[in-house]
């Protein structure tokens, strides 16, 4: 009994490793670059919980803004939109949708002197 229950260890363990491996990837985001077309960078791998939880985020709209006729409406989100339903590749009356990852992700780590600036920092290749 004791010879078979040593040969299931290994078989648990590998199980178990499996198994952990499997969930560290359960929030793992790709934050979607494909209207991009032939993006020059890979895309953001993004942390989501982990990253509000860092940040001590709890509102949705800190990040997911949402604006209407020019305004900032303070208690809505835009979580139920992709960026790229507002802001276009070609900067026109808001900006480029380049340019507004890189303002509102960026610009919030620089302001809070905290995050990664730099562009390989977070498209990871």
Same mark, same amino acid.
């Given at each position: 009994m004791?010879?078979?229950?040593?040969?299931?260890?290994?078989?648990?363990f590998?199980?178990?490793?499996?198994?952990?491996?499997?969930?560290?990837?359960?929030?793992?985001?790709?934050?979607?670059?494909?209207?991009f077309?032939?993006?020059q960078?890979?895309?953001?791998?993004?942390?989501?919980?982990?990253?509000?939880?860092? $940040?001590?985020?709890?509102? #949705?709209?800190?990040c *997911?803004?949402?604006?209407?006729? +020019?305004?900032y409406?303070?208690? %809505?989100?835009?979580?139920d939109?992709s960026?790229?339903?507002c802001?276009?590749?070609?900067?026109?009356?808001?900006?480029s949708l380049?340019? $507004?990852?890189h303002?509102n #992700?960026?610009?919030? *780590?620089?302001e809070?002197t905290? +995050?990664?600036?730099?562009?390989? %920092?977070?498209?990871?290749r």
């Amino acid at each position: 009994m004791l010879k078979h229950t040593l040969n299931l260890l290994p078989i648990l363990f590998t199980l178990l490793i499996i198994g952990v491996i499997a969930n560290s990837q359960e929030d793992l985001e790709v934050v979607d670059n494909s209207v991009f077309g032939n993006p020059q960078r890979p895309p953001v791998i993004f942390h989501h919980e982990e990253h509000n939880e860092n $940040a001590g985020l709890e509102e #949705c709209n800190q990040c *997911h803004h949402l604006y209407e006729d +020019g305004k900032y409406i303070e208690d %809505e989100d835009s979580t139920d939109q992709s960026c790229s339903d507002c802001h276009e590749l070609i900067e026109a009356e808001l900006p480029s949708l380049m340019k $507004a990852f890189h303002l509102n #992700c960026k610009g919030c *780590h620089q302001e809070q002197t905290q +995050g990664p600036v730099a562009c390989g %920092e977070c498209h990871v290749r």
